[in-house]
């Protein structure tokens, strides 16, 4: 969002605000979160009594789902205390791809000509596009309400959420190129005739 926001509303200042210095500090920043959320995770599992048995209806395990196996609360509220953390640096993540968007169409919205604003747009929507996907599974498959929930609708959200936008992530950011778009409507116009 941040290079969206660079690129659109500062374009004679990328260069400088978003130069191979600043690429690196944010790619490390991105994995250097990451591989620590997942090994703060990671030796918290560990650490867990399973009395429960080991088998998870999931094919993968999810903390969730892990923690319904455990027979410890002191170890259940240690984890759930690292998926609060979580939340909010995940919420923090999301409040500023928010206000960085706003800024955006702010600024898009001032842009005169037809053609500048759709071409703004354009390089926005596929990221856009993105990050509503993998929000939206991800909030549905831990904010469902209970009493929809179900073992195979559990397996069945988690494996959208963990494939789906993985797999459409190449196809939507592949959707500017014209070639692409032109083959992909041929496709669908030789299919539905």
Known sequence: AYDRYVAICKPLHYGTLLGSRACAHMAAAAWGSGFLHAVLHTANTFSLLICKGNALDQFFC?????LKLSCS???CLREVGLLVV???LVFGCFVFIV????LILRAVLRIPSEQGRHKAFSTC?????VVSLYVSTGIFAYL????????????VVSFLY????PTVNPLIY???NKELKDSLKRLITECFQ
Request: hydrophobic share 40%.
């Open 62 to 66: 999810e903390i969730p789902h892990i």
């Open 73 to 75: 609360d002191s170890d």
């Open 86 to 88: 979580s939340a909010y």
């Open 99 to 102: 206000v960085s968007y706003v």
């Open 125 to 129: 929507l596929p990221h856009l596009a």
């Open 144 to 155: 469902k309400p209970p009493s929809i929930s179900s073992p195979v609708l559990n397996l």
């Open 162 to 165: 963990s494939v789906v936008p």
């Open 174 to 176: 592949s959707m500017r």
